[in-house]
C-alpha cells in the first residue's frame, strides 16, 4: 500500500501540518479515519473500506452525499457565474425568495457562511434593537463557538451552576453578560425577567436541545418564552441550524407553530455547502440593511457565493417534494424501534430518543426533559456497574440535578 492510501501515514502528515490533525475537534470520533469519497448513505476511506454514514455531517446532508440534483445545480451555476464582489445577482434573490415562503418568521432573510455567524449576528442585532445587553441561553444549548454563547453546554457535573466555558480565551467581558437558565423552565426566566426588567435583548434556544441529544422543547415552554418576550420586550430567537430543512422546510418553528422574532439556518439548507441564514421581522432585519447611525453591520466576502446557493436552491427543491419528509421521518422511527427491540431483549436500562431522522441512545432509564435530569439517571445507573481503577468515566453530558442557576449575573 502506498503512502498516498495508507491510513497511519496519512495521520501522521496531518498531525504535522494541522492542530491535532484535524481542521475541528469535533470531528474527533473514535478511531482515526482518512476519507476518500462519500456517496448517498456511504462512506470510502483511503484503504478502500466502506462505511454507512449515520453521522451525516453533524445533520448537514440530509439529502445523502453527492446528491446528483445538487451537483448538477452547481456544476451549471458555476458556468455562468462565480463571486462577485458588488451588487446582487438573480440566484440571491430567488433562494432568498424561496426560504421567505418557506420559514414563518421570515420577512426578510440575510446570508452568512456558518451557524456560528448567524447566531452572532442574531444576537448583535436584538442588541442594537432593544438597546440591551444581556441575553439568555440555556443549559445544554450549542449556539456555536463565539464568546457571547460558548459556554455551559455539555458541562461535567461539578461544572454546572458555574460559568463553564468551552474553550479558553474567552472574553470575559463578552460572556458576563450572557445568563445561562435551566431548560424547560419558564418560571426561571419569568423570574429573571421580572426580576431584570429592561435588561434581556434576547433570548436564544435550540427548539429541540440536539447537542446534548434530542431533548425536546415542550410546546408548553415554547408558547410561554412566546408571551414572556412579547410582554418584556425581549427579541426571541429560535436557533434552528440542527432543526432547521432536516425536520421542516420551515424549520420546527413550522411544527410547533411558535413563531420567534429570529431565527438562524444553516447545515441541511444547502447540504453541506458552507452557509447560514438569519432570518426574521421586517423591523428587526431592515436595521441590517441601513447605513449610519443605528445600522447593524452584516457584511462578509463570501455570504451567498452562487456554489453555495446553487446547492441551497437544489436542496429546497428536493426537500419540497411530496413524501420527502414522510419518508425521512419513517427511517427514523425504524431506527428507534428497532434500538428499543433490542434494548428489551438485552433488558438494558436504555431507551431511544430522537426526532424525525434524529436517533440516538439514551443509557438511563424514566423521563428526562433538560440536562441534569439527563445526569441524574445517569448516576443512578453508574450506582449499578463497577469501576475501575480509573474512577468514574468522563462525562461530559453529566450535571449536577442540584445546580443554582442562573449564573454569571453581571
Not at 446528491?67 to 433562494?95: C, F, K, N, W, Y
Not at 432547521?244 to 441541511?268: C, E, M, N, W
Not at 447593524?296 to 420527502?324: D, I, R, W, Y
Amino acid at each position: 500500500m502506498n503512502d498516498q492510501n495508507n491510513t497511519t501515514s496519512l495521520i501522521e502528515r496531518a498531525g504535522a501540518v494541522m492542530p491535532g490533525g484535524l481542521l475541528s475537534p469535533s470531528r474527533r470520533l473514535g478511531a482515526p479515519h482518512v476519507f476518500a469519497r462519500a456517496q448517498g448513505a456511504f462512506l470510502y476511506d483511503v484503504e478502500g473500506h466502506q462505511y454507512t454514514d449515520f453521522h451525516c455531517g453533524f445533520g448537514a446532508n440530509v439529502l445523502g452525499h453527492c446528491h446528483p440534483a445538487v451537483r448538477e445545480r452547481i456544476a451549471a451555476v458555476s458556468q455562468d457565474i462565480d463571486l462577485v464582489g458588488a451588487g446582487t445577482m438573480r440566484l440571491e434573490i430567488e433562494v432568498a425568495e424561496a426560504l421567505v415562503d418557506c420559514i414563518p418568521c421570515a420577512d426578510l432573510v440575510a446570508f452568512c457562511n456558518s451557524g456560528s455567524e448567524a447566531t452572532y449576528h442574531a444576537l448583535r442585532l436584538a442588541r442594537a434593537a432593544t438597546g440591551r445587553k444581556r441575553i439568555i441561553k440555556f443549559q445544554g444549548g450549542y449556539h456555536g463557538w463565539h464568546d457571547y454563547v460558548a459556554m455551559n453546554v455539555q458541562s461535567h457535573a461539578q461544572a454546572i451552576g458555574k460559568y463553564d466555558p468551552i474553550s479558553a480565551g474567552i472574553l470575559d467581558d463578552a460572556a458576563r453578560h450572557t445568563i445561562v437558565l435551566p431548560y424547560n423552565d419558564a418560571g426561571a426566566v419569568e423570574d429573571y425577567l421580572k426580576a431584570n426588567p429592561g435588561k434581556v435583548a434576547a433570548i436564544i434556544i435550540e427548539p429541540i436541545a440536539h447537542n446534548i441529544g434530542s431533548v425536546m422543547a415542550t410546546d408548553v415552554f415554547l408558547r410561554d418564552l412566546r408571551r414572556l418576550t412579547s410582554d418584556h420586550g425581549v427579541v426571541l430567537i429560535f436557533d434552528e441550524v440542527i432543526t432547521g430543512f432536516r425536520h421542516a422546510l420551515g424549520g420546527y418553528q413550522s411544527i410547533a407553530d411558535v413563531t420567534p422574532d429570529l431565527a438562524t439556518f444553516g447545515k441541511a439548507a444547502s447540504s453541506g455547502y458552507p452557509v447560514g441564514v438569519v432570518a426574521g421581522r421586517r423591523d428587526l432585519m431592515e436595521l441590517v440593511g441601513r447605513t449610519g447611525e443605528g445600522s447593524v453591520f452584516m457584511g462578509g466576502t463570501f455570504n451567498g457565493t452562487p456554489s453555495t446557493l446553487a446547492a441551497m436552491q437544489a436542496t429546497m427543491e428536493e426537500l419540497a417534494k411530496p413524501g420527502f419528509y414522510d419518508r425521512l421521518f419513517a427511517l427514523g422511527a425504524f431506527m428507534r424501534t428497532e434500538l428499543d427491540g433490542i434494548i428489551t431483549r438485552l433488558r438494558l436500562p436504555a431507551q431511544s430518543a430522537g426526532f424525525g431522522s434524529v436517533w440516538l441512545i439514551y443509557f438511563l432509564s424514566g423521563p428526562y426533559r433538560d440536562l441534569p435530569g439527563l445526569a441524574a439517571q445517569r448516576r443512578c445507573l453508574r450506582s449499578r456497574i463497577p469501576q475501575g481503577d480509573g474512577g468514574e468515566p468522563a462525562d461530559r453530558s453529566a450535571a449536577s440535578a442540584q445546580a443554582s442557576l442562573p449564573i454569571r449575573e453581571p
